[in-house]
């Protein structure tokens, strides 16, 4: 018997790694499924990945997510005798372990596409290839792969209508057939002693906020159009929390969109939009995807920061909004936009301050959506509301928040005497913001 910490296999036998990353269920998982169709016992393994981890505090509300998901991973193996290990460390350092001490002859996982994951993917590749062990990541978290949507000189799409006509062109029945993994579930190993760890094992404590449920309620979709806009109506699925970590199948999910809500289907393109402006454009991470708004002069007050951060800016739907983030992990989509807008625009914030504020609070936080709907409301992104158009927070709150309920709920002191004064004018702002990007677009 073959034995490393918790872990053993009888007779040294071969096996397949199928290593869990961003795709945390059992069922419609295409990396998976070709682990468990590899003729091979599959190993499921899921590495706490210290190099993202360690910056994020013991609590952190996006980790105990994953946590539980692995729980529930768990506790559906269990029913059958198998399970998944666990482990908290370097990905790279404990699949180099493990391809050590056994006879592992592949790897299968599921595509990253953000910088981090593609430079480990990359460097974990190379020597997986070194020891003669195959490496094969499938495409999973997107219907759309990096070179499936291109113009026809071969180049990607930078706007959101044409990319979006063309995803659409190209859709068809093979992108969304589902791969029966739950059905193949007997070809995990059986793993003799291995126990689930709790979160002190791994490092981590349990957070005050708990993310929705995983529901799909087509009541609710088939209406999305007339509802999605008011954040005091249950408008919204609450689903992007679940498509970020791949507790549901984003093909499925496409497959019911294109029969209950376009609309709802054009807001899941816009995730692979912005996954393909990352994929092709890394550089966007840190500066703005149009050069030339890396020349704005930022004031990027920091008293001014804080009253955005803690919802005290004198405006009730940019507050509401702040408010509903910090309590819940949550943002409405419309208050997303109208928050994004107020800090780059009206307080000539650093848009940058504001998305590094939203990647560590909110559940569904995804690096590619965030960094686009921010550039997108600053104005500097590839397809982005153009610089001169600033929301007016309070037309906003007129429009979409007509009954009051939504700024009521979060901040029922707004009509009261003790309501913070608004911290800017929104006409002197509006010209000040003005004034700042037509100098930096004319350097």
Known sequence: MTMTNDFAIKDNT????????RDLRLND????YYALKSGRQVLPLFIFDNNILDPLPEDDHRVFFIYRSLAAISESLGS???NILVKRGDPFQILRQLVE?????????????EPYGLKRDYRIGVFLKEKGVGFNPCLDHLVMGKEDVLKADGSPYLVFTP??????GILSEKHLVPYASEEMLPGIMDLSGIG??????????????????LRIDEALIRAYHLNRDYPGKEGTTRLGVHLRFGTVSIRDLVKKATRWNEVFLNELIWREFYAMILWHHPGVVDKAFKPEYDRIEWINDKAAFESWKNGTTGYPMVDA????????????????????SFLSKHLLIDWRWGEAYFAGKLFDYELSSN???????????????PYFRIFNPMAQQKKFDPDGAFVGQWVPEAHTRSYSTPIVDHARARARCLKAYQIALKK
């Open 80 to 82: 059958i005798h198998k």
């Open 29 to 32: 998982n295409k990396g998976l």
């Open 101 to 113: 001490d056994f006879r592992v002859e592949a790897v299968y996982c599921n595509k990253d596409h």
């Open 163 to 168: 990319y979006s006509r063309r995803w659409k």
């Open 371 to 385: 960094n686009g709907g921010w550039q997108w409301s600053a104005g500097t992104g590839c397809d982005a509301a």
């Open 14 to 21: 071969p096996f397949v790694i199928f290593w869990f990353r």
């Open 196 to 213: 689930f760890p709790d979160l002190a094992q791994l490092g981590l404590k349990k957070p005050d906020l708990l993310a929705p449920a």
């Open 321 to 340: 909004g702040m408010r509903q983030l910090n309590q819940t992990g949550y943002m409405h989509n419309r208050l997303r936009m109208i928050t994004a």
